[in-house]
């Protein structure tokens, strides 16, 4: 019955007597709540890892909608990476991106940002500082790219270093390493001892941008997520070793692309990530011997990767459904996931248009 045809208490009683309104009141009541109303949900945190072809451009969308995104792919293609960013973006339903950050100036990083800034606005530009890899050609030409940018004055731009926090509502994002330095003291809930340091090999230093890049541990209720850019292995063992500084994960996006230069085992280990999003292309990234210490990391349920990695073969890639860009000619596809504060959270593949969900710890 709806609500408007129904009498008010006053005339129904007139109706009906006071004994007799009074005992139907009260037995409606008890099964229509005068408070019942839709039920009220919280606004989700939304990610999109975008296909950019072994680069990265990952976009955050927080509840307070938001925007952040990390990275913006390669140059040319004729726009490829910065249309599908923006197509994230529509997708997500925002006409504009609040912060840029640029994890390094190597040209799979930073490349695709003049592209970008021609067809979505932006606000601002976060980053480590200026390049420190004057050497390399295609490095600098990022570099003056970007500083063309800054120049232009319409972007504000944010220069970051360890223990700040991004500015972005909706979600705390701590830097943890920016310009070759890292966070001096564990993260709040961080600090135990990492086992794995003491069987860890020693790396040589990078002398690239790599290892000034700009990484950030996000925390959005429950929920902890990391990204380190390119770091190197030689800068993760000053994040775990000989103290766990970072402390557990749960969503970890894979550094480097899945390449052999980081994601070593001492991190993996001491993060613990039940999930791992790996932005690799078909031809860059996912070395089988990175993919085989992510599949073997002690929390691990599930490892996503943006393409089949060619060199990686049948035994280190990871079921097809786990897959958003599988063998054959390129289609673009994204993998998205939705966190909620209480720690739930779940992973669509755009190609097989399935989610799965992953229950609060």
Not at 41 to 60: C, H, K, S
Not at 283 to 297: A, F, N, V
């Amino acid at each position: 019955m709806s609500p408007r045809r129904l009498l008010s208490p006053v005339n129904f009683m007139y109706c009906m007597g006071y004994r007799m309104a009074s005992t139907f009141l009260l037995v409606l009541f008890a099964i229509v709540p005068l408070t019942a109303g839709p039920e009220s949900t919280e606004n989700p945190l939304r990610i999109y890892f975008v296909d950019v072809e072994g680069g990265q451009a990952t976009l955050f969308v927080t509840p307070a909608n938001e925007s952040l995104l990390i990275d913006t792919g390669w140059p040319g293609h004729e726009g490829r990476d910065a249309e599908r960013i923006v197509a994230a973006a529509k997708n997500a339903g925002i006409n504009k991106i609040d912060y840029v950050l640029i994890t390094h100036f190597h040209t799979d990083h930073v490349g695709g940002l003049p592209q970008l800034a021609a067809r979505i606005p932006i606000n601002a530009l976060i980053d480590h500082g200026d390049n420190r890899e004057p050497t390399d050609a295609e490095t600098v030409k990022g570099w003056n790219a970007y500083e063309k940018l800054v120049a232009s004055k319409k972007y504000k731009r944010i220069t970051l270093k360890p223990g700040d926090a991004l500015p972005v509502r909706g979600i705390e994002g701590m830097i943890v390493s920016s310009d070759g330095a890292l966070i001096d003291r564990p993260l709040p809930g961080a600090g135990a001892e990492n086992a794995s340091c003491k069987d860890a090999q020693n790396y040589p230093a990078d002398q690239t941008e790599n290892a000034r890049s700009l990484g950030s541990v996000f925390t959005f209720g429950k929920l902890r997520i990391l990204d380190l850019g390119d770091l190197t292995s030689d800068k993760e063992m000053g994040l775990v070793c000989p103290q766990n500084k970072l402390g557990k994960i749960d969503i970890y996006i894979v550094s480097h692309h899945g390449w052999s230069q980081s994601g070593s085992p001492a991190l993996l280990n001491a993060i613990a990530p039940r999930v791992a999003i790996m932005d690799n292309g078909a031809k860059k990234g996912g070395t089988p011997s990175t993919w085989d210490i992510i599949e073997k990391s002690p929390s691990l349920e599930n490892m996503w990767q943006l393409h089949y990695s060619d060199e990686g073969g049948t035994a280190h890639n990871v079921p097809a459904e786990f897959i958003a860009n599988v063998q054959g000619p390129d289609t673009g596809k994204y993998l998205k996931l939705t966190a909620w504060p209480d720690g739930k959270f779940e992973v669509f593949n755009s190609r097989t248009q399935q989610t799965k969900e992953y229950p609060a710890e």
